[in-house]
């Protein structure tokens, strides 16, 4: 079965998991079943159950893509993983290993050999096998840049040189370049020398003698045209290219607002480098969007969901820290108005509804900052505009909903006073909110920080503590 025989098939990820999964469960019944009889040649028959459950399975995985069989992996406990990995061709190692996510990868290649590692790295490409390299022991690095031919040595120098949210490590080395004087006949007798294009070539480079980019040939434009004519007079001028060092972020959004597949990577002297294309970027939006999640949840890095206790413990106790540091503050200011609490049991069933809208507030106005400040939308000295603004929001949501609340109540309790203090309480942890959802991440911003890295934390800490002051504060001035 064909790779595009496999993705269009009508199972989905789930169905292919499930499928895996029930083998895996039949494979370990059945050998138990067979272990525990007592019969003749018992050995001979639990190898021959043994080989035929795997080889069913074998046959599953050998007709599942690699991204696919990457989803099963990460879903399954340490042991049964690592059976199924066993199962999986050699040959296809280097390109799962590039599909599951990091922390499933570091187990992976913890249970292969030597050998095994540099093998599964000689399939790769020169981009691909930059991505890996960090996560493989230093003397398979080694062995893996002996084999390489003494151009890809430097390919590969240089990919791994650059940090992960450049161009530069984004780039693909494979690519198909042409020059500007010869005719579109002798461009597609070289094309045709090719057992197969780079992927996602949707037009091929033209440069110089000096290798200096001229512009593009689309693909288009090579199968229109006369034969005869020279590339030259149909290629177009490249108006989107980058520099290694330029950040991945920004191409990222230069993709989306021209509707780019691929363009050229350049150096100092306009000299063509690799290339960036769409699938490059779709990944590392991917990997951003997926880290800025657990960023804001106060986790340090993705975790494998099957990790050992303490490997967890490890990815989430900072955070965990300051939440406990903030939760003992917030207990400490209601703590401050027990006497209060006393006198009015009602503040007691009222106060967590004053934190929770606030942390909620508050969160909304730090993501909309926070996706700002990613697509480059916003900088800091945007701030005193924002802030203004989400200001005006919380006060108009404030007394919209701290009134309605107010009203309840006044109803509730029979006071028209607490009444006014739940609306005035509301607005102004809504305020608080919404300073604080905009001053965060601007802040970190100025300072160089990644403004998402336990942004719902630090709202919600601020806000809790904040709300539960306020209201018990103007509950005690007005109403005690």
Not at 269 to 297: K, P
Not at 318 to 334: E, G, H, Q
Not at 392 to 415: E, F, M, P, T
């Amino acid at each position: 079965m064909s790779e595009e025989e496999q993705l269009g098939d009508s199972d989905d990820l789930q169905e292919r998991l499930q499928e895996v999964e029930s083998l895996l469960a039949r494979h370990k019944l059945v050998e138990e079943l067979v272990h525990n009889q007592d019969m003749p040649r018992r050995e001979l028959v639990e190898e021959l159950v043994h080989k035929q459950n795997l080889n069913e399975l074998c046959f599953k995985l050998d007709n599942m893509h690699p991204a696919d069989i990457a989803y099963v992996l990460e879903a399954l406990p340490l042991e049964e993983r690592l059976l199924v990995w066993n199962l999986v061709r050699a040959e296809r190692d280097g390109e799962i290993l590039l599909e599951v996510s990091d922390a499933v990868r570091e187990t992976l290649i913890d249970s292969m050999e030597r050998h095994e590692l540099v093998a599964a790295a000689e399939t790769l490409d020169t981009d691909e096998l930059a991505d890996l390299v960090p996560d493989l022991p230093q003397e398979v690095v080694e062995d893996v840049f002996q084999a390489l031919p003494s151009d890809e040595q430097a390919q590969l120098r240089a990919a791994i040189s650059y940090p992960e949210d450049t161009v530069g490590a984004l780039m693909d080395f494979d690519m198909v370049t042409v020059r500007e004087d010869v005719t579109l006949e002798v461009v597609l007798r070289y094309l045709r020398r090719f057992e197969e294009l780079p992927e996602h070539t949707d037009k091929i480079f033209v440069i110089d003698r000096d290798e200096r980019l001229q512009g593009a040939l689309s693909l288009e434009s090579l199968l229109i045209n006369d034969q005869d004519v020279e590339v030259c007079q149909v290629m177009k001028k490249v108006s989107v290219r980058f520099r290694p060092d330029d950040e991945a972020e920004e191409a990222a959004q230069a993709f989306e607002r021209y509707d780019l597949a691929s363009a050229p990577v350049v150096d100092e002297e306009n000299r063509l480098v690799g290339r960036l294309t769409l699938v490059a970027v779709v990944d590392f939006i991917r990997e951003e969007s997926e880290a800025e999640q657990l960023a804001q949840a106060g986790l340090r890095e993705e975790e494998d969901i099957f990790a050992s206790v303490w490997d967890s413990v490890k990815n989430r106790w900072a955070w965990l820290a300051i939440n406990l540091v903030t939760a003992f503050v917030a207990s400490r200011v209601i703590g401050v108005f027990e006497t209060s609490i006393e006198k009015l049991v009602a503040l007691a069933a009222l106060m967590p509804i004053v934190a929770g809208i606030g942390g909620n507030s508050g969160n909304q106005t730090i993501t909309m900052i926070v996706r700002a400040v990613a697509m480059g939308q916003v900088n800091p000295d945007a701030t005193r505009r924002l802030l203004k603004k989400e200001l005006g929001v919380a006060l108009i949501n404030g007394l919209i909903w701290g009134g309605l609340l107010g009203v309840l109540a006044w109803w509730l309790y029979n006071s028209a006073s607490l009444g006014v203090v739940m609306t005035a309480a509301m607005t102004l942890n809504l305020l608080l909110a919404a300073l604080a959802g905009v001053g965060i991440p601007m802040l970190r911003q100025r300072l160089g920080g990644d403004p998402a890295i336990g942004s719902s934390v630090m709202i919600t800490a601020l806000t809790d503590s904040g709300g539960f002051f306020i209201f018990l504060g103007l509950a005690t001035l007005f109403l005690l």
